[in-house]
């Protein structure tokens, strides 16, 4: 089973907007990614955001891409400084591949939780509009890859 990971494109500053949506970079960065995750193939039953402007801008440009038939949803405990505990019980049990669309710290302290079971450990390195892709096999989590906007051709 897999799980995505993407870190939320470059937004505003708060000082430019309190509600911090995303730049025109950042809507341009999610949209290459998106759009060479969809020619990859890849799919997802459910994309998962913290409600934050800039999660959630993110998570629609996946999903016109992803089209994931359990949609877009707001989750709770997504934002930046949330326990990942509660996260990562639920992810132990999906039968289905999920996106989750979220901030720093949190995916940092996520994908180390499940890989090494100790959130403070840092396995991956994020960037925005990046995403991460995590598999599991008899409940041990692996790396599968990474793709980041910069690695991607225009």
């Known amino acids: 089973m897999e799980v995505y990971l993407v870190q939320h494109g470059e937004a505003q500053r708060k000082e430019e907007d309190p509600e911090r949506p995303l730049t025109e970079k950042g809507k341009d960065d999610v949209r290459k990614v998106a759009a060479f995750l969809s ?15 800039r999660a959630e801008e993110t998570a629609l440009i996946l999903g016109d891409h992803l089209s994931p038939p359990s949609g877009v949803k707001v989750h709770q405990g997504l934002a930046p400084n949330d326990d990942v505990t509660p ?24 994908a180390s939780l499940l890989i090494t079971d100790n959130e403070e450990k840092t396995v991956v390195q994020f960037r925005m509009g990046g995403c991460v892709c995590l598999v599991t096999e008899n409940g041990n989590w692996t790396v599968e890859w990474v793709v980041t906007p910069d690695l991607l051709s225009d």
Do not use: C, D, T
């Open 87 to 110: 996260v990562a019980e639920i992810l132990q049990l999906e039968n289905e591949p999920v996106m989750i669309v979220s901030h720093l710290p949190f995916l940092i302290r996520l």
């Open 39 to 53: 020619k990859s193939n890849v799919r997802v039953y459910q994309i998962r955001h913290s409600g934050k402007k």
